[in-house]
């Protein structure tokens, strides 16, 4: 996710953690799952497949690196927190399962870092997943699990620190060209930002291939509503860069976001013919089902 507002300290020694039986369960899946398991040292050599084994070839550490972003789309859809937002610092380990038919099951551990910065140095976690890329198809199959986040009490606090910012706003808001032509975001609305790249996660990890992925790159335009239950309620237009293509996506996103709650999501995007409706709650908002957070 760009841009981060901030340069990013290069990420210290995180502080011990004892995992809990879970995830070590999860984690030794991950490594004894039928398929390589290949600790990634040099991102410019791919990775080999299984000796002995026919097929497609194995996925790229580009690819690896692929199922760690939309992982953490993912992720940061279900949290349905601006304060616990997360961007990839590592890939760390990757194995794989290739079905010619189906896609690629692709089993990961990778490092992560805070989109925000807490007393100048990111808040460090690390994160065990499995993400089932389609063939060709959008919205790959994820379950994952993550260390290293932050005690719920404090997220939420953060987070109704942030909702009474966005409450003191003039009703019926209207901004746009966020971040502006050079890149800053001013502070003021700093919050709207955060919250619509939290909204903007559903649409990536929807969106998102085993080619293709995409960033936020602005808000063109953004509309607050004031509501009878006091949720902030957004219509805003991102503008999503896609890669490798390099077109730019505008995406109309209406978004209803309370501290604590399921995050609700509606959205078209320039080629999408019916709109797209979820909750960070529902099933409708998880391929699969519901993914366990350590700390939540």
Request: proline share 9%; net charge neutral; glycine share 6%.
């Amino acid at each position: 996710m760009q841009p981060r507002g901030q340069t990013m300290s290069a990420p210290g020694p995180a502080r011990p953690y004892a995992p809990p039986r879970a995830l070590l369960l999860l984690l030794l899946l991950l490594l004894t799952l039928r398929g390589a398991a290949v600790p990634l040292q040099d991102p410019a050599v791919p990775l080999q497949g299984p000796r002995g084994t026919d097929g497609p070839a194995p996925p790229s550490w580009a690819m690896l690196q692929q199922a760690a972003r939309v992982a953490l789309h993912f992720f940061n859809f279900h949290s349905g927190s601006p304060s616990e937002l997360r961007v990839l610092a590592n890939v760390q380990t990757g194995g794989w399962q290739v079905d010619p038919r189906r896609g690629y099951h692709i089993n990961l551990v990778f490092s992560t870092e805070s989109y925000h910065l807490q007393d100048g140095k990111p808040r460090l976690g690390k994160c065990f997943a499995r993400v089932f890329f389609q063939n060709q198809k959008p919205r790959p199959a994820i379950t994952m699990t993550c260390t290293g986040l932050s005690e719920k009490n404090r997220t939420l606090q953060e987070d109704h620190l942030l909702y009474e910012q966005l409450k003191q706003m003039k009703d019926a808001l209207t901004v746009g060209g966020i971040p502006d032509d050079y890149g800053h975001i001013d502070p003021s609305v700093r919050p709207i930002w955060d919250l619509a790249v939290l909204g903007s996660s559903y649409v990536m990890w929807e969106r998102t291939t085993q080619f293709s992925y995409y960033y936020p790159l602005q808000l063109s335009r953004v509309k607050q509503w004031k509501t009878s239950d006091h949720a902030i309620d957004f219509d805003y237009t991102v503008l999503l860069h896609e890669f490798p293509t390099q077109e730019i996506i505008p995406c109309h996103i209406h978004l209803i976001w309370y501290p604590g709650k399921p995050l609700k999501v509606k959205y078209r995007c320039e080629e999408i013919q019916t709109p797209v409706e979820a909750s960070s709650g529902t099933e409708e908002g998880s391929a699969v089902a519901p993914t366990e957070f350590s700390n939540f």
